[in-house]
């Protein structure tokens, strides 16, 4: 569809001055500008259309009612003619396409959102914007499924061997919001991510933080960012995150320290100071095809904590976020409503690595996972304890003393005895099954101090008794284990109870 000539409006003042030279005398419009050979002192401009109907006719030049006769262009001004910059004539309902007529008619033809179109079916009435045409035939028309990636329509039982085989879309990467930024064809979406398996768990371990993700929308945003100067914004609905209250502001023409042509951003929290660690920002804004795999992100090293004139707000900003006429673009996709997607990460503090200590003889020491918890598994009903090993994060040892002299033999069938742990250190022993020791399972711990207390910024483990130990029968001691206090080489046990010498 072709909409009249007479539609077209240039993009500026001075333009629209110039292009008053190229008006047709008959009609009136600003087509395809010719010259004539006439009586006239100064010949009128008459578009090459009305030339042809007034020759058909036979009639004369309309201002001198002479006889005349065609002559092309000064080629001066055919090239300033082609020059001229042309608004869509659909710009009143928010298109905000520019360019040459040429390229205008072009744009009204095939790419026009806004330009009013007819259905292809054969005996279909509907009639309407371009926009909502692929929604229609959808509604109305559709016989299979739609590729989300390229829009092509086949068998739903032919769209995943399509999706892996065959698809040449260029979607992004599904780590893009960790901060993959590689475009791929669909259908070496699979092998891009077996490829770069390592790439991604880095990502995922940098950002492997406490996140959230809040979808925002801007109603009628491809109409008032037409009529938006270069200062005013939109603002979204406060959300809250980490216990602050944010809201999004878009400034469709950009904030004042922007670039041309450039929208803004800027993210205010209603707080202050700035939190710590500033939560690094992904927005992306979703289109109709597929919203999870298109997207413009910001850098977070575009954004900047400063300070706003708004009591005590606080705004984090990205001045040139993307283009004002990309914007345009994704709104126009999804009906004029701009759809964000705002992810917020925090960096969680660094966790410490457990350390593990497990004494020789008693299987292998499992494995340590950096930043995992310490367990431990006790029975308070029988006083028993099955823990392998116990986890503790002691101070930073100073080089350890040489060891204890030899404790004498123990005579059969008397208790066996540790040696007492050096001053200010906490010990406990660690059971498996009943008691440890021969015949009675005897075996006694020595504290520093009593167990089951706490030393500051060390928690307590508590060991089972000998008596209660004892119980079950059978059992072993495991590992020696001390908080607090400088650790020493723990005493090895047989399996009657006895001291290895």
């Known amino acids: 569809m072709r909409l009249e000539d007479s539609y077209f409006r240039v993009s500026s ?7 008053q030279i190229y008006e047709c005398a008959v009609c009136k419009l600003i087509k395809e500008p010719g010259m004539v050979k006439c009586a006239c002192e100064s010949p009128p401009i008459i578009c090459i259309p009305c030339q042809e109907t007034l020759s058909e006719q036979a009639r004369p030049c309309p201002r001198c009612e002479q006889p005349f006769s065609s002559v092309p262009l000064a080629a001066t001004l055919l090239s300033h003619f082609k020059g001229l910059q042309w608004k869509c004539p659909q710009s009143s309902k928010g298109c905000v396409f520019k360019d040459t007529r040429e390229a205008l008619l072009v ?28 929604q229609h035939g959808d509604d109305e028309h559709l016989t299979g499924v739609r590729c989300v990636f390229c829009s092509q329509i086949m068998p739903s039982e032919e769209l995943e061997d399509h999706q892996a085989q065959s698809c040449q879309a260029e979607i992004l990467c599904s780590y893009f919001a960790q901060g993959c930024d590689v475009k791929v064809q669909a259908c070496h979406l699979a092998e891009h991510i077996q490829g770069a398996s390592v790439q991604h768990l880095e990502l995922l371990e940098k950002t492997n933080d406490f996140d959230e993700e809040f979808a925002l929308s801007v109603p009628s945003f491809q109409t008032h960012s037409v009529q938006c100067e270069r200062g005013l914004r939109m603002s979204s609905t406060p959300f809250a995150f980490q216990n602050a209250k944010y809201v999004l502001s878009i400034f469709p023409q950009g904030d004042a320290e922007a670039s041309p042509g450039y929208a803004s951003l800027h993210l205010e929290r209603f707080e202050t100071p700035p939190p710590k660690p500033i939560p690094s920002v992904c927005v992306r804004v979703l289109t109709q095809g597929n919203k999870s795999q298109h997207g413009i992100r910001a850098k977070n090293n575009s954004w ?6 708004v009591g005590m707000c606080r705004s984090l900003t990205c001045l040139d976020f993307c283009p004002t006429d990309k914007l345009v673009e994704a709104a126009r996709s999804t009906g004029g409503t701009l759809e964000l997607l705002i992810s917020l990460r925090v960096p969680q503090p660094q966790k410490v690595a457990h350390r593990i200590h497990l004494l ?36 930073p040892p100073p080089p350890p003393p040489p060891p204890p ?17 050096p001053p200010g250190s906490r010990i406990a022993t660690i059971w498996s099954g009943g008691g440890p020791g021969g015949e009675n399972g005897q075996q006694q711990t020595t504290a520093a101090s009593p ?3 706490s030393s500051a910024g060390v928690p307590a483990v508590s060991s089972a008794s ?26 090895s046990t047989s399996a009657s109870g006895g001291v290895l010498s």
């Open 13 to 19: 003042a001075e333009e629209a001055t110039l292009a």
């Open 107 to 134: 744009h009204l033809d095939e790419t026009c959102s806004e330009a009013e179109v007819s259905c292809s079916q054969p005996e279909c009435p509907w009639t309407g914007s371009r926009k909502f045409l692929q």
């Open 304 to 309: 900047l904590w400063v300070t706003r004139p």
């Open 360 to 395: 020789p003889g008693y299987g292998a020491a499992p494995k340590v996972i950096p930043g995992s918890s310490p367990t431990s598994s006790c029975s308070p009903a029988n006083g028993t304890q099955s823990s392998q090993a116990v986890a503790f994060m002691p101070p």
């Open 405 to 421: 002299p030899r404790p004498p033999a123990t005579p059969k069938g008397a208790a066996a005895t540790s040696p007492p742990p």
């Open 451 to 453: 167990i089951g207390s």
């Open 466 to 491: 000998p008596q209660a130990a004892a119980a079950g029968g059978g059992s072993r001691l495991l590992a020696h284990a001390w908080a607090g206090g400088t650790p020493v080489n723990p005493p």
